[in-house]
């Protein structure tokens, strides 16, 4: 079983539409966290819940919203998508002593 | 704010030989943990070798091992008898005492070559 899962693996989309990325864990974590990987490949933390709340909230545009239904789900909604938002994203967990990672989500907007 | 510094962005390595890419981290902690994450080029991140703060001894994981200079905030990673699948970014990262802290922090990567 996949510890931590993202749907859809890949998502292209037009510039303007709201698309969401969706994360899953089962490994009993708290906190779980999404990342933006640019071009460059720099990881750049976006959102970090714990227990359902918003724990760090980074300088990300407010078309990006966190929902967190239950301690293990994590998903990103993105409104009115542009050219700057096609990246990979990647959803993560952890407790304690190691972090898991989805196997990304490739965005791109056309 | 925390910060976490891989000061090469390239590296290249002769198969079967050793290389040792860079990492300094900045954290008014006594106590967390400190990984490199491998990123091939299929984008899984994978756990490549953990350390913990409080424990002097380097970390090792067969052909990786650690040297963790805790006073001067620095934390490389050795790969010994290079391979050719060990080509791929790395990224060292200081995770908060017990993990729970949402506070994962990411340097900017270092992007491994392996020559045949």
């Known amino acids: 079983d996949t510890a931590v899962s993202q749907t859809p693996k890949y998502l292209v989309t037009q510039m303007g539409n709201d698309k969401s990325i969706k994360c899953e864990q089962n490994?009993?974590?708290?906190?779980m966290y999404w990342y933006k990987q640019d071009s460059k490949k720099f990881l750049k933390i976006m959102f970090s819940?714990?227990?359902?709340?918003?724990?760090i909230n980074e300088t990300v545009p407010n078309r990006f919203s966190p929902k967190s239904p239950d301690k293990a789900h994590l998903n990103l909604h993105i409104n009115s998508l542009e050219l700057g938002d096609s990246a990979v994203y990647f959803c993560?967990?952890?407790?304690?002593?190691?972090?898991?990672f989805g196997q990304g989500t490739r965005l791109t907007v056309v | 704010a925390q910060t976490v510094t891989q000061s090469q962005p390239e590296m290249s390595v002769q198969e079967a030989e050793t290389v040792t890419l860079s990492c300094t981290y900045d954290?008014?902690?006594?106590?967390?943990?400190l990984f490199w994450y491998k990123q091939p080029p299929s984008r899984q991140m994978i756990l490549v070798i953990r350390?913990?703060?409080?424990?002097?001894q380097n970390a090792t994981e067969n052909r990786f091992s650690v040297n963790f200079q805790k006073a001067a905030k620095s934390f490389s990673l050795k790969i010994s008898d290079s391979q050719l699948g060990d080509a791929a970014m790395y990224f060292c990262?200081?995770?908060?005492?017990?993990?729970?802290?949402?506070?994962?922090?990411f340097g900017k990567g270092t992007k491994l070559s392996v020559k045949p």
């Open positions: 993560a967990s952890s407790e304690d002593t190691e972090a898991f």
């Open positions: 490994l009993g974590h708290d906190t």
């Open positions: 819940y714990n227990n359902k709340e918003l724990i």
């Open positions: 954290t008014s902690e006594s106590d967390y943990y």
């Open positions: 350390q913990e703060a409080y424990k002097q």
């Open positions: 990262e200081k995770m908060g005492l017990g993990g729970s802290q949402g506070n994962l922090i």
